[in-house]
C-alpha cells in the first residue's frame, strides 16, 4: 500500500513540473534508512522577454525585432507582441524596425524572470531633396546641412536627400567655380523639395613685382565693402569664386611700400600685376671732429624735398633710388652727399665747422665808409660785398685776404686768421686818391 502511495506521489511531480508556466527542475533523493523520498526544487536559470511595439498613439503595429546578446548571439522575430524564451542572464540589445518607421535600441537586463516591455516607434524623419541650379539647370554640388550653428550633414551631387527632424535648418551650396550660397528651410512633418540658384564666380589672378619688373613675394589682401575677403602670400596668388562688383586689391612686402588697385570684376578670369615700390631704411649721422653735431638734415629726390629732420642723428624709411641729402647748421659748412639707396643702409657726414667774419671800414674821421669789401683764399675770391659793415658766414678756418675798394681812397688788403672764433676786422681807409 506504501509503495502504491510512492508511485502515485512521484507521477503527481512529475505530472505538475511538466505542465507549469514556470520552468523548473525537481530533484529526487531516497533516503534508505527510513524508506523517505525528499523532492527539491531547483529553479532555471534563464528569462522571457515579451514586446509590445506600439505607435504614438499606442497602436499596436507590426514590427521587426532583434535581441542580441553581448554582440555575439542574435534572434530575430516579427510581429505586435513577440515573446522570447529561454534566455541566459545577461545584457540584450533589443533593436526595433518597421518600414517608415524610426528605428529604436534599447537595452535589457535578463536575470532569469519574464520582462514585459512596450517600445514606442516614431514616424521616419521628413526627406529634404536639395538640386542646386546654375543657370537654370542641375548642377553637381556639395551641400552643408547645418542646425544651431552644427554640421549635422555633408552630400555631393545633383539631387541630394536628407532626413531631418522638424526645426530650422541651413543649407549651404558649394562647389568648384561657383560661389557658395545657404538658404534657410523651416522642416515640418513633410518632406520637402528645396532649390538653391547659384551664380558662377570670377577667378582674379594677382601678380607681385619689384620696381625693377621682378617677381617677388608679397601679401595681398582683396577687400569689397571695406571688408577683407581673403589674404595670400606668394609671386603669384588666385582669389576664386567672386561675386561680381568693385574691389580693392592690396599688395606689400616687409620691404615695400603697400600698393593698392582697384579692380571691376566681372566675367571667368581676371589678371592683374601689382608693381611694389621697395623700400630701405637709412640713418643719416653728422660728426664733427669725432664728436656727433645737430644739424639739419635735407633729402631730395629729382630736385624735390622728400625728407627734412633736425638732428644729430635720424633714420629715414625711403623708396629705393638716387637721392640727395645735404646737412648743414649755424656753425657749419653746407655739406651734399648722393646716395643709390637699394638697401638699409648708414650714411655718416662729416661737419666742417666755420666762423663769421665782420669788417667795418671808416675813414680817419672814424665815419663809415660804403665800400666793396673782397674776400679771397689764395688767389680765389671767395666772397665779395659791400657796405660799411660787411659780414662773411661760414667761414672755414684759414688765412683770408681782405681787399677794401673806395672810390676816394686808395685799396687796402689786410690777412686775417680764422680759428676757432669769430673776427672782427676793422679798415681805416687814409690815403686819398688824388684828383688830376
Given amino acids: 500500500m506504501n509503495k502504491i502511495k510512492y508511485t502515485l506521489l512521484i507521477l503527481l511531480i512529475i505530472l505538475v513540473s511538466g505542465c507549469t508556466t514556470v520552468n523548473k527542475k525537481m530533484e529526487k533523493v531516497v533516503k534508505n534508512d527510513d524508506s523517505k523520498v ?3 526544487e531547483v529553479k532555471d536559470n534563464n528569462g522571457k522577454l515579451i514586446i509590445k511595439v506600439v505607435d504614438v498613439d499606442g497602436n499596436l503595429i507590426l514590427g521587426k525585432i532583434t535581441v542580441i546578446k553581448e ?11 513577440v515573446k522570447f524564451e529561454n534566455l541566459s542572464q545577461g545584457l540584450y540589445t533589443v533593436k526595433t524596425k518597421k518600414e517608415g518607421y524610426r528605428t529604436t535600441t534599447k537595452y535589457f537586463n535578463i536575470n532569469g524572470e519574464l520582462k514585459e516591455e512596450t517600445i514606442q516607434l516614431k514616424k521616419d524623419y521628413p ?3 536639395i538640386i542646386a541650379l546654375l543657370n537654370g539647370e542641375e548642377i553637381s554640388a556639395k551641400v552643408e546641412i547645418s542646425k544651431d550653428g552644427e554640421i549635422i550633414g555633408t552630400s555631393q551631387g545633383e539631387f541630394l536627400d536628407f532626413k ?12 568648384p567655380y561657383i560661389i557658395s550660397t545657404t538658404k534657410y528651410i523651416n522642416m515640418g512633418s513633410e518632406d520637402e523639395e528645396l532649390e538653391i540658384k ?18 617677388i613675394k608679397g601679401t595681398v589682401k582683396i577687400k569689397k565693402d571695406d571688408n577683407v575677403i581673403a589674404e595670400e602670400v606668394g609671386e ?10 568693385m574691389y580693392e586689391i592690396t599688395a606689400k612686402t616687409d620691404n615695400s611700400f603697400s600698393t593698392t588697385k582697384f579692380l571691376f570684376v566681372k566675367g571667368m578670369i581676371l589678371e592683374k600685376k601689382l608693381r611694389l615700390r621697395m623700400k630701405s631704411k637709412i640713418k643719416v649721422i653728422t660728426y664733427s671732429e669725432g664728436k656727433n653735431v645737430e644739424a639739419e638734415i635735407k633729402i631730395s629726390k629729382s630736385g624735390k624735398v622728400v625728407k627734412m629732420i633736425e638732428n644729430e642723428e635720424a633714420e629715414f624709411e625711403l623708396e629705393n633710388g638716387i637721392y640727395e641729402i645735404t646737412a648743414s647748421g649755424d656753425n657749419f659748412e653746407t655739406t651734399t652727399k648722393y646716395v643709390n639707396l637699394k638697401s638699409d643702409s648708414i650714411l655718416e657726414i662729416e661737419m666742417t665747422e666755420v666762423k663769421r667774419l665782420t669788417v667795418s671800414v671808416y675813414d680817419k674821421s672814424n665815419n663809415l665808409l660804403i665800400s666793396e669789401v673782397e674776400l679771397k683764399k689764395g688767389i680765389r675770391i671767395v666772397k665779395l660785398d659791400e657796405g660799411g659793415i660787411v659780414k662773411f658766414d661760414k667761414l672755414k678756418k684759414g688765412i683770408y685776404e681782405v681787399v677794401v675798394r673806395n672810390q676816394k681812397y686808395k685799396s687796402v688788403s689786410n690777412f686775417i686768421l680764422i680759428n676757432d672764433v669769430d673776427k672782427e676786422l676793422k679798415i681805416v681807409l687814409k690815403n686819398e686818391i688824388e684828383k688830376k
Fill in 38 to 40: 525528499i523532492v527539491k
Fill in 71 to 81: 554582440n555575439k548571439e542574435e534572434i530575430e522575430k516579427k510581429g505586435e507582441m
Fill in 127 to 129: 526627406h529634404l531633396t
Fill in 164 to 175: 531631418l527632424d522638424s526645426g530650422i535648418y541651413q543649407a549651404k551650396v558649394s562647389g
Fill in 198 to 215: 547659384v551664380r558662377r564666380g570670377t577667378t582674379v589672378k594677382v601678380g607681385v613685382v619689384n620696381s625693377q619688373g621682378e617677381a
Fill in 236 to 245: 603669384n596668388v588666385e582669389f576664386s569664386k567672386l561675386s561680381e562688383g
